[in-house]
């Protein structure tokens, strides 16, 4: 049965350098549109242990699944495994050309499995049949790669509010983003527990805007009479 946590940012999480961010920290920006959701990334991998953040623009309607192809076909680093079964679509496998040697999708990240050839396409995504996210490994040792659902780990999938990070209880296909979220994935190995806990991003408690502080006045005010 899978495990449901709910992390506070402020007393779990301690990444140097990802201490209550917020969208005008993000570098790296994706899409277009009106609306902005911000994605965390944390592969919790020994001395490969990497933790990444994108921001993402859209209009319309868009899903957690949908944000993270989105970074996958903007930046040529990012890589992504995905595939469908009796629980619909999922995300299971998330690497990172850590080594900084493939320009332009050039082949130099790669991962590599017994009896199996991995197929990117030019966006950086590979389907595989069913939940098939098992025993992959990256091909180059100074790349990142972590992907799983049976015997090798699991990714988890989180999303913060109001500064803390809580595991979503579904899908990221099935999650609708909203203006402002911010969605984070964090790997968990089998032999960890399966579950590499919140992502290691703390994220700033967003200020109160004028109307907020305007309805708190009026119920103060309110009260009092």
Do not use: H
Not at 4 to 9: D, G, K, L, S
Not at 50 to 64: P, S
Not at 113 to 129: E, I, K, L
Request: aromatic letters at 16%; charged letters at 15%.
């Amino acid at each position: 049965m899978k495990r449901f946590v709910v992390y506070m940012a402020g007393l779990t999480i301690a990444a140097a350098g990802f201490a209550g961010m917020t969208f005008e920290d993000i570098d790296f920006w994706v899409g277009q549109g009106t609306q902005r959701a911000a994605l965390v990334i944390d592969w919790n991998d020994g001395p490969n242990e990497l933790v990444k953040v994108w921001g993402f623009r859209w209009d319309g309607t868009a899903t957690g699944a949908d944000l993270v192809l989105a970074v996958c076909a903007a930046d040529a680093d990012f890589y992504a495994m995905g595939g469908s079964g009796p629980y619909g679509f999922a995300i299971g496998g998330l690497g990172y050309d850590k080594n900084g040697n493939n320009i332009l999708r050039n082949g130099f990240f790669d991962i590599s499995r017994t009896a199996s050839a991995s197929n990117f396409d030019s966006s950086g995504y590979m389907a595989v049949a069913g939940y098939a996210f098992d025993g992959w490994s990256a091909a180059e040792s100074g790349d990142v790669w972590c992907g799983g659902w049976e015997t090798d780990g699991f990714w988890g999938y989180f999303y913060n509010e109001a500064g803390v990070w809580i595991s979503s209880m579904i899908g990221a296909s099935s999650r609708v983003l909203a203006d402002g979220d911010w969605d984070g994935w964090s790997w968990g190995a089998a032999q960890n527990g399966w579950y590499g806990g919140a992502p290691s991003a703390s994220v700033a408690v967003p200020e109160p805007t004028a109307a907020v502080l305007l309805a708190i006045g009026l119920l103060f005010v309110s009260n009092r009479k």
